[in-house]
């Protein structure tokens, strides 16, 4: 359309004459609508249809005083979904819950607990802040004459003032750290305050005195009845602790307040049938009320026992997220971390927002180490034990003369340089799954950046560590260490790896692109099996090297060794798993035995998928993306005619399924070795046992996929007796991450047929 047709087609309200179609009185005439307290409304609604009559098709209005915003919020008006002030009929504007009325203790109880399901939901992200619902009832409510409810009073008030002020310490340790707004969590409060200015102090005393009350007075109920209140206000009392605890990250009381969270818990779900429920109580009608410019969002119940168990999730995360301060270097941290998050059910934002803050705060790490450590840490496990670079020592020369002034001042800027690109690695771990793969996407390509600029660094440290480099025995290339840049190569390949298996999880992949998915890890992983064999020989040639070791450098040098031998394993035992499990998909798919989607793809080619899937990886230099060519030529080969009548064992299996046994075979030796290993050998020390049973799972998906490929020759041998496909003799299921011993190992369910 070209701008003079376009022009044509909007007008001017002021010049717009709809004297083409007059508007004949007798056809277009207002009623008036009678309305209670004697009020009138004009319906304009012929009018206004036959005035929109005169405008031809594709013809529009242009005002300057109606605005996009009126527009769109004259669409909303009297849609229930979208005008919070739209009354439906015989409903009143105003909370239907009379304040001044007595309430019985089995409503006091029911008002308790549905409370607390709406707290939940809160933390869960399923809805804005509920328990201000009650703000201003209680304020009517203690203005009203004591009588013998008192007791009720006084336990109800206290209950619901100090979760409003839960809530607020909750809000402020999510809004403090990195999370992603409707997503996880829903932040906006509607400026309304969460009783900031009120000390924890006086609540707690409230909730206390609330607890004396219901022990010392009779309220004309059951005993079973004020055991379950005091029980609700115990757990109250106990919950208002722990987060504000957790509000200053080196108090580890909280541990103490989430445990008596956990032994309280049983007692509540036991007496929940004490309570009866109080439904006017709640109303979304509040929401008419608060200063938002977002549709009112609809209550979201869930059930008690939903809610139970997840307020059991955060004690239990809440208590147990407190071992990542047991500080044992930096490669122990990260395992603790990616293993407290790797779990399923995956850690609520409260808790793993917590975590961040425990990671980093003011400035400090696990609160008492700084960034620098850290970091001097994890380079001197990985690529420089007992180096005088990563001596901390080198802070204290003043003397700019003096080397070590000038090689801590490199390091310094080396730091300030890698140090968010390093705390972004942990806080990556702390996101939900999708978001986590999403920034390590992001993330590889800073690490990218890194590695290429400490190259740079690594030549100019040269003339402080006076290296010699080793000389390669056919070219007689000299060949350096690269330090810095290797230890950044090996952390974005380990990233890398991240991205493939989170992708698994995720059940991003298709059926039919996952044994390019398996290739390609297992491609990452042989990458890491030489860099860190490449590391391995330098650290041994510094090693030999020192003619007397002091009593650290060997400390140094034997947790170095140590931790490159397990790093090795891991990755060889990645590698195989991965080369079974993509050699089996690579030959179901030959026989025409796996699954893919019913739907065709027109537009779709097999080599722009391989592409998209490839996408995070096509920036980086190294290591390089193998082409589609390359992985095209490894399933290029036809599978053996399985319809010759040929017996069990007098012809070796096809290529494929052979690889996949053979791989699969020294995957499970691999893996039982990694579960052997000790806690300090396996840098696990604060989650041996989460540790463990994910390493466990893997050895179980390993057995898994050799009673798969037995499941498949015995398949193929029958196939070959009686001449038929092998497709038609067995069925393959690919079931998702949720339903696989390891989320990142899809192993094919395999049966046959009957």
């Known amino acids: 359309m070209d701008c003079e047709t376009s022009n044509n087609l909007v007008g001017d309200v002021s010049q717009l004459h709809l004297t083409e179609k007059p508007i004949d009185n007798n056809e277009a005439t207002s009623k008036s609508i009678d309305f209670k307290n004697n009020e009138r409304v004009r319906d304009v609604t012929s009018i206004f249809q036959t005035a929109a009559s005169a405008l031809y098709t594709g013809q529009l209005l242009k005002d300057p005083s109606f605005t996009l915003f009126e527009a769109v919020g004259a669409l909303e008006m009297m849609d229930p ?141 059951e005993d079973k009845i004020k055991d379950a209140l005091q029980v609700r206000l115990q757990l109250r009392r106990h919950l208002l602790l722990a987060v504000e605890c957790d509000s200053r990250p080196t108090d580890c009381n909280a541990i103490q307040h989430w445990a008596r969270c956990l032994e309280s818990l049983p007692s509540v779900l036991q007496s929940q049938g004490e309570g009866v429920p109080k439904p006017t109580a709640f109303s979304a009608k509040i929401q008419r009320r608060l200063a938002s410019s977002v549709p009112p969002r609809p209550i979201v119940d869930i059930s008690f026992e939903h809610a139970h168990a997840h307020l059991k999730q955060i004690c239990q995360n809440g208590s147990e997220v407190y071992r990542a301060l047991d500080y044992h270097g930096s490669s122990n941290l990260s395992t603790f971390v990616w293993t407290f998050q790797s779990r399923k059910p995956q850690p609520s934002i409260y808790i793993r927002c917590l975590l961040q803050s425990l990671i980093f705060h003011d400035m400090k790490v696990l609160g008492e180490m700084t960034i620098t450590r850290l970091i001097f840490d994890d380079l001197a496990e990985t690529v420089l034990p007992g180096h005088f670079l990563v001596d901390p020592t080198n802070s204290d020369i003043e003397a700019p003369q003096d080397p070590r002034f000038q090689v801590w001042k490199e390091m310094q800027s080396f730091v300030l340089r890698v140090g968010d690109a390093f705390l972004d690695m942990f806080r990556a771990m702390c996101m939900n799954r999708s978001r986590m793969r999403r920034m390590l996407c992001h993330l590889i390509l800073d690490w990218e950046s890194i590695q290429l600029e400490a190259e740079n660094l690594d030549a100019e440290l040269r003339q402080f560590t006076m290296e010699e480099p080793i000389r390669d025995l056919t070219t007689s290339d000299e060949i350096w260490s690269f330090p810095l840049s290797s230890w950044a190569y090996y952390h974005k390949l380990n990233q890398m790896q991240w991205i493939v298996q989170m992708g698994l999880e995720l059940d991003i992949y298709e059926n039919d692109e996952l044994a390019s998915m398996y290739w390609y890890l297992q491609n990452l992983s042989s990458n890491l099996i030489q860099h860190l064999e490449r590391i391995q020989t330098f650290t041994t040639k510094s090693y030999r090297a020192i003619i007397s070791l002091t009593a650290a450098q060997k400390t140094a040098y034997t947790q170095s060794f140590t931790f490159l031998d397990v790093e090795l394993l891991k990755a060889s035992a990645i590698q195989s798993f991965a080369r079974g499990l993509s050699c089996l998909y690579i030959f179901l798919a030959q026989v025409g035995a796996l699954p893919t989607r019913g739907q065709t793809t027109p537009y779709g080619k097999p080599e722009h998928r391989y592409l998209l899937r490839m996408r995070p990886f096509l920036q980086l230099s190294l290591p390089e993306v193998p082409s589609y060519a390359e992985y095209a030529s490894l399933i290029a080969s036809p599978p053996a005619d399985n319809n010759q009548a040929i017996g069990p064992g007098e012809q070796p299996p096809p290529p494929n399924l052979m690889f996949a046994e053979q791989a699969m075979n020294v995957a499970r030796k691999e893996w039982d070795a990694i579960s052997k290993l000790s806690a300090e050998t396996a840098r696990c020390v604060t989650c041996k046992d989460w540790w463990g049973q994910s390493v466990k799972d893997v050895v179980r998906a390993c057995i898994a996929c050799n009673v798969a490929i037995a499941t498949v020759k015995r398949g193929l041998a029958h196939a070959n007796a009686e001449g038929r496909a092998l497709a038609d003799i067995i069925q393959v299921e690919v079931a998702g991450s949720e339903r696989a011993y390891h989320p990142f190992w899809a192993v094919p369910k395999i049966t046959q047929k009957r």
């Not at 979208?82 to 409903?91: A, E, I, P, W």
């Not at 029911?110 to 939940?120: A, F, H, K, N, T």
């Not at 992200?125 to 328990?131: I, K, N, Q």
């Open 81 to 221: 979904k979208m005008d919070s002030g739209y009354l439906q009929n015989h409903d009143s504007f105003e909370d239907d819950l009379d304040a001044i009325q007595d309430l019985l203790p089995e409503e006091v109880i029911g008002v308790m607990d549905q409370m607390l399901s709406y707290e939940m939901a809160w933390h869960m992200g399923l809805l804005c802040s509920v328990p201000k619902t009650l703000e201003d009832a209680l304020s009517d409510r203690s203005k009203k004459v004591r009588t013998e409810n008192q007791s009720l009073e006084l336990a109800l008030r206290a209950y619901t003032i100090a979760l409003i002020k839960t809530c607020g310490y909750v809000h402020g340790k999510i809004t403090s750290e990195h999370y992603y707004e409707e997503e996880d969590f829903v932040s906006v409060l509607y400026s309304r305050d969460l009783l900031s200015t009120i000390d924890y102090v006086d609540i707690v005393e409230c909730l206390e005195k609330a607890i004396e009350d219901l022990s010392s007075k009779r309220i004309g109920c």
